[in-house]
């Protein structure tokens, strides 16, 4: 009797070192698969859901505009970055305004100049984009900024004044950094067409034919 009760409970322990050594082998397995999970989940050059590149995005990119909006408390040129999210920023604003175009902006966007008109002549007024801040001011004969000319650099621009019986049209150029100017009478019926690449300023003209039409350009 005895040894049967020994041989039961010596059945007894060996099963219950199995169960643990069962239980054990579970618990290790389990936390070396979470182990794996968080590894595979933060691992940096993986695809977890915590990897920042995964969405992430470069910011988008597009060209800037400028552009003119008239209403009835003047003229505001702003700046836009077409990218599709970018708004609008104001750069500047004026209450006196004539007909036409009040603002030009040289080739790079640095440098914007308004045209304040006047009851004989009118106001060039040159400010930085960035800022709005005013870098110089001129006064000259009358001249539409719409036909404005710059040179690619951005360092001058040109334009050709509107004349009168009284005074005959003039040849603008203009140091965009100092508002230095330089005039030259031109005949009446030059255009400005641009600034060539070695910085020469070129004219257009029309070529009449004998019976008084415009036949091309000159």
Do not use: C, K
Request: hydrophobic residues 40%.
């Amino acid at each position: 009797m005895m040894g049967a009760m020994g041989s039961m409970r010596g059945r007894r322990a060996i099963r219950a070192r199995a169960i643990g050594v069962t239980a054990g082998v579970l618990a290790g397995a389990l936390v070396i698969g979470l182990a794996a999970w968080r590894s595979s989940d933060q691992a940096p050059d993986g695809p977890g859901r915590h990897d920042p590149g995964a969405t992430e995005r470069p910011p988008a990119a597009g060209p800037l505009v400028f552009y003119e909006v008239l209403d009835g408390a003047g003229s505001r040129l702003l700046e836009r970055r077409l990218d599709g999210t970018s708004l609008a920023r104001v750069v500047a604003a004026r209450s006196a305004v004539g007909y036409g175009r009040t603002w030009t902006v040289d080739p790079h966007g640095t440098t914007a100049i308004a045209r304040i008109p006047g009851h004989d002549d009118q106001g060039l007024e040159a400010l930085d984009v960035a800022t709005g801040d005013s870098r110089w001011s001129i006064r000259t004969p009358d001249a539409a900024v719409d036909q404005a000319v710059w040179a690619t650099d951005g360092s001058r621009f040109a334009l050709t004044t509107i004349g009168s019986d009284a005074a005959p049209r003039e040849l603008l150029i203009v140091e965009a950094s100092s508002g230095t100017e330089v005039r030259v009478v031109i005949p009446d019926d030059s255009i400005v067409q641009g600034f060539a690449s070695d910085g020469a300023l070129i004219l257009r003209r029309h070529l009449p034919s004998p019976d008084g039409e415009n036949v091309g350009w000159q």
